[in-house]
């Protein structure tokens, strides 16, 4: 089945603590894509990546990193979590670029304390 | 700054009536747009898209429409039906970055 897994899929943390979201995809999609999702604001683009080790800014990058050591993973780090990083985030992938429908993730909820 | 804007937070429409749902952009470099829906404790699925060259795009029940000049498309769906209440996002598109509106409720009556 086609599909895109993230895990953990709920996360509670305190402020400081490393943590990382994993995201795998088995479509064998170049583009992936990490959002959060707050109320009133909708999804928010934090990392995409066009291809292995291609990575770039969204429009709410501070605070997160990413790697793409491998076409099927996309990992979301936050170095050091704080509250304002308490978010639903969603990963997801595509053919090739934004434009190509995106396939989503079933969210990791993420609550820092 | 919200470069997608969805206005109405929220839509009630009566099952079977049309929904009519808005969005407003503000980049001129958009040069595609997509709506996705979205159902409580699951990821948003892509419902429609539509390229800058094209001014509607029709799948069965949803036509989206892009007035270019105005900077607006919209959403309709006829008839509308139960299964359709769900969040809907607009996005907008340049390459590779994708932006989103904050989302519109559809709420369908029986």
């Known amino acids: 089945e086609a599909q895109v897994t993230q895990n953990p899929r709920y996360l509670i943390t305190v402020t400081g603590k490393k943590l990382t979201v994993t995201c795998s995809q088995n479509?064998?999609?170049?583009?992936m894509s990490w959002y959060r999702q707050d109320p009133g604001l909708g999804l928010r683009q934090i990392y995409y990546?066009?291809?292995?080790?291609?990575?770039d800014k969204g429009d709410v990058p501070e605070g997160y990193k990413v790697s793409r050591k491998e076409k099927r993973n996309f990992p979301l780090i936050l170095e050091s979590p704080s509250p304002n990083q308490t978010s639903l985030y969603f990963c997801?992938?595509?053919?090739?670029?934004?434009?190509?429908?995106?396939?989503f993730g079933p969210g990791t909820r993420l609550t820092v304390l | 700054d919200q470069q997608v804007k969805q206005n109405s937070p929220s839509l009630s429409v009566q099952e079977g009536r049309i929904s009519i749902l808005n969005c407003d952009y503000t980049?001129?470099?958009?040069?595609?747009f997509l709506w996705y829906k979205k159902y409580p404790a699951e990821g948003p699925t892509f419902l429609i898209s539509?390229?800058?060259?094209?001014d509607k795009n029709e799948d069965g029940r949803f036509t989206v429409f892009l007035n270019k000049s105005a900077k607006h498309l919209s959403l309709h769906i006829v008839p509308s039906q139960p299964g359709d209440s769900a969040v809907y996002f607009c996005?907008?598109?340049?390459?590779?970055?994708?932006?989103f509106g904050a989302g519109t409720t559809v709420t369908v009556r029986a």
């Open positions: 997801a992938s595509s053919l090739s670029r934004g434009r190509n429908e995106q396939f």
């Open positions: 479509m064998n999609h170049e583009y």
């Open positions: 990546s066009m291809n292995v080790e291609v990575t």
């Open positions: 980049n001129s470099m958009f040069d595609y």
């Open positions: 539509i390229s800058s060259i094209k």
């Open positions: 996005a907008a598109c340049n390459d590779y970055k994708l932006s």
